[in-house]
């Protein structure tokens, strides 16, 4: 079992930057495929960006270049640095953990096996 916990939302203008975290639990944390996915309202949940236990990641062409995500095994950490915000970023931002980690798999949000709560970020114009 993996809890994840997300913080780090928030309201920023068009062009900052933004900091999430993810905080999970359990022992085998090293293991798993983590990633971040975002809702907007009306929409379906989308896949952001991906770090595999490996230390590779992959982005999606929306925020490549414009986010980076890193993960820190000994602290059982994943963070998700957002630069250039763009009001279309605007979304609940979700942290996942995929046991399998396969790619395609992993691009869709069934992929996963643990999901946090979700953090609010909206960026204005």
């Known amino acids: 079992q993996v809890q994840l916990v997300e913080s780090g939302g928030g309201l920023v203008q068009a062009g900052g930057s933004l900091r999430l975290s993810c905080a999970a639990s359990?022992?085998?944390?090293?293991?798993?495929?983590m990633a971040w996915f975002r809702q907007a309202p009306g929409k379906e949940r989308e896949f952001a960006a991906i770090?595999?236990?490996?230390?590779?990641?992959y982005y999606a062409d929306s925020v490549k270049g414009r986010f980076t995500i890193s993960r820190d095994n000994a602290k059982n950490t994943v963070n998700l640095q957002m630069n250039s915000l763009k009001p279309e970023d605007t979304a609940v931002y979700y942290c996942?953990?995929?046991?399998?980690?396969?790619?395609?798999?992993?691009?869709?949000?069934?992929?996963?096996?643990?999901w946090g709560q979700g953090t609010q970020v909206t960026v204005s114009s």
């Open positions: 996942a953990a995929s046991r399998v980690g396969g790619w395609p798999t992993v691009a869709a949000a069934k992929g996963y096996d643990y």
């Open positions: 359990g022992r085998t944390f090293s293991s798993y495929a």
């Open positions: 770090s595999w236990s490996g230390g590779s990641t």
